[in-house]
């Protein structure tokens, strides 16, 4: 089947999917993180070199640049094999002439003009989306049409979940973890650094459901009578008391749950009911809810049938020592181990050797957030405050008896989750003398954006290199927060 062309429909459906496309908010540090790397004067110049080579807008290379190498310059652009070699996998063998190692600059070149990019003139929003999707393959608009492809749509509400795994073999179930040409595309634009004309939003079709959306096995209630009551702004759980509790075990009961009684008291008999309701209810994405008997945005949103704006917190300062230290560790991001599993890698070794000598080969999470630090403090020209130490529970004890910390134990960001703030160094005790830690780069609700040291996508507090990840919850951070400011 020949590829589809850029007709006058296929430009409507990218139109409409951007003018649509809205960031997911637990996403927007990362994508704001590759959109400043990208535009890194150093990373920018070489796009810019390749745009005046063949004519591909730096801005569209380096948005390849991230979607196959994860910006990474020793990559081929086709791939991201290593440029000491041609290509191993799909496509394989480029570039066909030269010999390694080669010039990342000529790989590029060599990747771009095998996709004809250097022949393509429509830079519009649908033309880049289309050359995106072309770039990647039509497997998805082919073989899965039901699924947005997260080449593109990543990160932002136009995708969800479904994607290849390997070479020919598809996931339902399987979500992107990187982040989407367009939603990149997306924020360029919203930030200034690219001027493109941008598709109006189209009208919605339908009407927005209100009514909670709850199994039939639960018995779909009617929309509450008078006006939801708008999120609190925090989690409302057990032993808590007021008019928010009040409300939750009304609008239970009103489903036919039974809270216990409607007397402003979260007991156990509450927790329970809500539990009940998680179970049976899904949130706005259509994915269930998590069954833990605490009422956060997406189980109010579920409860009252309300669209719940994520309440994000307020970034650090520009300028400041924690805006720095967040910008530095966004850096390192896709830093990875060499071999993997060996707690090792010219990187990793830079990190354990920046607490002391004879780290190397260690857990090595609390080095790089040491690191993290003394390059910040040095580009500010001020004093690094954090615990010179490669030991995760040592660092936390260090920072009890340190001046001008701030210290947000587990019990108490439970109580007041709007204490932990990005900056903060998350620690998590994972039994014995053993821990892990990690930035917070962004919270949302109760869920934290953050960047770890020595983990992986699942999350491990030994694994393979420097990860974004957006599935913490701030009831899991079993020991506690920390700002080093």
């Given at each position: 089947m020949p590829p589809p062309r850029l007709s006058r429909d296929l430009t409507q459906e990218y139109e409409t999917l951007f003018a649509r496309a809205a960031t997911r908010p637990e996403h927007q540090f990362e994508i704001d993180a590759v959109v400043t790397r990208i535009f890194d004067p150093h990373n920018l110049a070489q796009y810019q070199q390749v745009e005046a080579r063949i004519g591909v807008p730096a801005y569209v290379v380096g948005i390849i640049h991230s979607l196959e190498a994860s910006l990474s310059f020793s990559t081929h652009l086709h791939n991201g094999d290593p440029l000491t070699a041609r290509t191993i996998h799909v496509p394989v063998g480029r570039p066909p002439t030269g010999n390694p190692p080669f010039q990342w600059f000529d790989s590029a070149i060599d990747a771009l003009t095998m996709h004809d990019l250097d022949k393509w003139s429509n830079w519009t929003i649908s033309g880049i989306a289309y050359v995106l999707d072309r770039y990647n393959g039509f497997g998805y608009r082919l073989n899965h049409p039901q699924v947005k492809s997260p080449y593109l749509w990543s990160f932002t509400t136009i995708y969800t979940a479904g994607r290849y795994i390997a070479d020919g073999v598809f996931s339902d179930a399987s979500v992107s973890r990187q982040c989407g040409g367009m939603a990149l595309l997306k924020r360029m634009i919203e930030q200034g650094k690219v001027s493109l004309a941008v598709p109006a939003t189209p009208p919605d079709s339908g009407e927005v459901e209100q009514a909670p959306k709850i199994s039939p096995e639960g018995g779909a209630a009617a929309p509450p009578s008078t006006p939801p009551p708008p999120y609190p702004g925090h989690v409302v759980q057990i032993d808590m008391t007021g008019p928010d509790v009040t409300n939750i075990q009304a609008r239970l009961l009103a489903l036919g749950i039974n809270p216990g009684g409607v007397d402003g008291v979260f007991g156990e008999q509450t927790q329970s009911a809500v539990k009940l309701f998680q179970a049976r209810s899904v949130d706005g994405t259509g994915a269930p809810l998590e069954i833990d008997g605490i009422v956060g945005q997406k189980t109010w949103a579920?409860?009252?049938?309300?669209?719940?704006?994520?309440?994000?917190?307020?970034?650090?300062?520009?300028?400041?020592?924690?805006?720095?230290?967040?910008?530095?560790?966004?850096?390192?991001?896709?830093?990875?181990?060499?071999?993997?599993?060996?707690?090792?890698?010219?990187?990793?070794?830079?990190?354990?050797?920046?607490?002391?000598?004879?780290?190397?080969?260690?857990?090595?999470?609390?080095?790089?957030?040491?690191?993290?630090?003394?390059?910040?403090?040095?580009?500010?020209?001020?004093?690094?405050?954090?615990?010179?130490?490669?030991?995760?529970?040592?660092?936390?004890?260090?920072?009890?008896?340190?001046?001008?910390?701030?210290?947000?134990?587990?019990?108490?960001?439970?109580?007041?989750?709007?204490?932990?703030?990005?900056?903060?160094?998350?620690?998590?005790?994972?039994?014995?003398?053993?821990?892990?830690?990690?930035?917070?780069?962004?919270?949302?609700?109760?869920?934290?954006?953050?960047?770890?040291?020595?983990?992986?996508?699942?999350?491990?507090?030994?694994?393979?290199?420097?990860?974004?990840?957006?599935?913490?919850?701030?009831?899991?951070?079993?020991i506690g927060f920390i700002s080093f400011v």
């Open positions: 579920a409860l009252f049938g309300v669209v719940v704006p994520p309440i994000r917190t307020t970034p650090p300062p520009v300028g400041s020592l924690l805006a720095e230290v967040l910008r530095v560790v966004a850096g390192e991001v896709g830093v990875m181990e060499v071999p993997p599993g060996s707690n090792r890698g010219p990187r990793v070794d830079e990190y354990l050797n920046s607490v002391g000598p004879g780290l190397r080969g260690q857990p090595w999470c609390m080095a790089f957030i040491y690191w993290c630090f003394v390059q910040a403090s040095q580009g500010l020209g001020v004093s690094n405050p954090a615990p010179r130490t490669a030991g995760v529970k040592q660092s936390w004890r260090t920072a009890q008896s340190m001046v001008g910390v701030t210290i947000v134990p587990h019990a108490k960001a439970m109580v007041d989750p709007a204490l932990v703030t990005p900056g903060m160094v998350f620690y998590i005790d994972t039994g014995g003398v053993h821990g892990h830690a990690g930035f917070v780069a962004d919270v949302i609700g109760g869920t934290l954006v953050t960047i770890e040291g020595n983990t992986n996508e699942g999350g491990s507090s030994n694994g393979i290199g420097v990860f974004h990840r957006s599935q913490r919850k701030i009831k899991e951070i079993s």
